[in-house]
């Protein structure tokens, strides 16, 4: 996990950047696909020989990246939208219900949920998943611009459909969020090599007891109801979600495609549903499928951003930083301190960073105690939800690193490592000071990127030889 290091910060909007918080300029810096040409010849003495080493100077001149607007390109996925769990639920997860807490504990989470849904927000959010499509507005509230690009629900789609406010209202009161299944016993760490900054696969964090036997008050208590409470909006969206509300099944927008050659610009999930969030697209791989889809964003566009935490065992971390820069790809990562009660969101937004970024002691305080309120929000008290990250937080992650390397993250298969052929936005030829808070950090996310490009490419290159041979 990367800690910027303290600059004088710079304005939340660059004058750079375009509409959306974006810079303007068009993207350069990916590093080409072609077999640099010393491993054409002698490989075997080659590979030995640069394995484990940068080849910044032997993959020649970068070429031109996609588009900004190529930030969904990916290959269409050959198999089908689903429900229907996968073997993680099983083999990752033991569940338990929140209504065999005990109380207190049960009792503060349970209102501690009421009180989210009570937010403004969170019934907004609701609703247009009982509606069945993200309004105008929230389709265009996006990082990379748009979540549906050339979809008539951009024009025509501005607001609820008549009645689905008061279905959405009904359908979370009858919901028992007592009977909310939540992990008892998660398998959260991971191993990683050389150093075992995670713990290995046997390490488990177990969500429930660890929340039930953290004294009140304490940072424990409130990272782990954070936890939970993240958790339980996210699958009353899923549950919303299977309910198979929408009002546009069979309507204009609900069976409106694109053009062959724009598909790439929508997530995944298309045409099961426009609920995505960029980052947690992974659905063949989620419990729930495509309802856990629906779940991210759902997160992201209530809490600020999907909620992760610090997974790292603090002794294994301790113990690596000594020797961490023998290995420069790592180095970032083992030289911050562990902070198992951090809370860190992922947030999806226009004029938010992409990065995901640690909450600062006041922001978690100031959720913990709307949390912990014992009223009903009124409408002239704040609600800190939505919380967004400004330049204020300074301690950021890059998204495009693998979890097992950052060790940040609430679940083991959220995010699959992205593939070459996809965009990195921090191979930008222009600095970027709005997701990076000084110069140099810009430049040391640059040099990440380079590094773990050139690792991957050479192992996937040996891989080709050892097939071959």
């Not at 640099?36 to 100077?57: A, V, Y």
């Not at 899923?238 to 009002?247: E, G, P, V």
């Not at 020797?323 to 990562?333: A, E, I, M, N, V």
């Not at 950090?441 to 041979?469: K, V």
Request: hydrophobic share 35%; with cysteine; aromatic share 8%.
């Amino acid at each position: 996990m990367e800690c910027s290091a303290v600059a004088p910060a710079d304005s939340l909007i660059h004058p750079s950047h375009g509409p959306h918080g974006r810079p303007a300029q068009n993207l350069t810096g990916s590093y080409g696909d072609q077999r640099p040409p010393f491993l054409n010849n002698n490989k075997d003495k080659k590979l030995s020989l640069f394995r484990g080493e940068s080849l910044l100077c032997a993959l020649g001149q970068p070429k031109a990246s996609p588009s900004p607007a190529a930030a969904w390109s990916h290959p269409l996925p050959t198999f089908q939208p689903t429900l229907s769990p996968s073997p993680h639920s099983k083999s990752d997860r033991t569940m338990e219900q929140i209504d065999t807490l005990k109380a207190p504990h049960r009792d503060v989470l349970l209102r501690a949920i009421a009180n989210v849904l009570s937010s403004p927000i969170a019934k907004q959010t609701y609703a247009q998943i009982v509606d069945g499509l993200p309004l105008a507005n929230v389709a265009l509230d996006l990082y990379t611009g748009s979540l549906c690009h050339g979809h008539p629900l951009l024009d025509e789609h501005k607001e609820l459909c008549p009645g689905v406010a008061e279905e959405a209202q009904k359908l979370c009161s009858v919901l028992d969020t007592s009977t909310l299944s939540m992990p008892s016993q998660v398998r959260s760490y991971l191993r990683m090599e050389p150093f075992r900054c995670l713990a290995d696969d046997g390490a488990r964090s177990k969500s429930l007891r660890d929340y039930e036997s953290a004294p009140p008050g304490s940072p424990s208590f409130s990272t782990r109801l954070i936890e939970l409470v993240a958790r339980a909006v996210h699958s009353i969206a899923a549950w919303l979600y299977t309910q198979d509300t929408s009002r546009h099944k069979n309507d204009a927008l609900g069976t409106w495609r694109p053009e062959e050659q724009s598909k790439r610009f929508y997530p995944p999930t298309f045409p099961a549903t426009l609920f995505c969030h960029s980052w947690y697209r992974d659905y063949d791989q989620y419990p729930e499928g495509v309802a856990d889809s629906v779940g991210y964003w759902a997160e992201a566009r209530i809490l600020g951003g999907v909620v992760v935490f610090d997974r790292r065992d603090p002794e294994l971390v301790k113990d690596a930083a000594v020797s961490c820069h023998l290995k420069s790809t790592l180095q970032y990562t083992l030289t911050c301190k562990c902070q198992p009660d951090a809370i860190y969101i992922h947030p999806e937004r226009a004029r938010v960073i992409y990065r995901i970024c640690r909450l600062l002691d006041s922001q978690k305080e100031e959720l913990t105690a709307f949390l912990l309120s014992e009223t009903a929000l009124l409408p002239q008290q704040h609600c800190p939800l939505p919380i967004l990250p400004s330049e204020a937080n300074r301690q950021r992650v890059d998204p495009e690193q693998a979890t097992e390397t950052t060790g940040i993250f609430r679940d083991r298969w959220e995010r699959r490592l992205r593939s070459l052929s996809e965009t990195d936005w921090r191979t930008r030829d222009v600095a970027d000071h709005f997701n990076y808070i000084s110069h140099q950090d810009w430049r040391e996310a640059t040099l990440r990127a380079a590094r773990e490009r050139s690792r991957r490419q050479i192992r996937e290159w040996e891989a080709q030889i050892g097939e071959a041979a």
